[in-house]
Nanobody, 122 residues
Framework: QVQLAESGGGLVQAGGSLRLSCAAS????????MGWFRQAPGKEREFVAS????????FYADSVKGRFTISRNNLKNTVYLQMNSLKPEDTAVYYC???????????????WGQGIQVIVSS
């Protein structure tokens, strides 16, 4: 059974930083593209970032480019999202997701975590 467990969320002031982690189990982690998505109150879920199998390629939404960094450790079966220069509009539930395949631009994912809350106060 595939499980994705997010951690590291919380409350932070605008301009601050947080690092989200997502620990994966039940899958061959290094064979999966990993992604982060978010859903703000009253809005649809949106793509944030994705990373290739080996971590050499990544892709970001324009809204987070230059502020967020996705990375992964295949020995620890964990993907990270370093979030810097946070803004109130980054407030959302953040989801980790895994996709069987190579394409880091494909928005269709097979597995999802439960999500973790990030609140950025102004």
């Amino acid at each position: 059974q595939v499980q994705l467990a997010e951690s590291g969320g919380g409350l932070v002031q605008a301009g601050g930083s947080l690092r989200l982690s997502c620990a994966a189990s039940g899958l061959t982690f290094s064979n999966y593209v990993m992604g982060w998505f978010r859903q703000a109150p009253g809005k649809e879920r949106e793509f944030v970032a994705s990373i290739s199998w080996g971590g050499s390629n990544s892709f970001y939404a324009d809204s987070v480019k230059g502020r967020f960094t996705i990375s992964r450790n295949n020995l620890k079966n964990t993907v990270y999202l370093q979030m810097n220069s946070l803004k109130p509009e980054d407030t959302a539930v953040y989801y980790c997701a895994a996709r069987d395949g190579r394409d880091i631009y494909d928005p269709n994912y097979n597995y999802w975590g439960q999500g973790i809350q990030v609140i950025v106060s102004s």
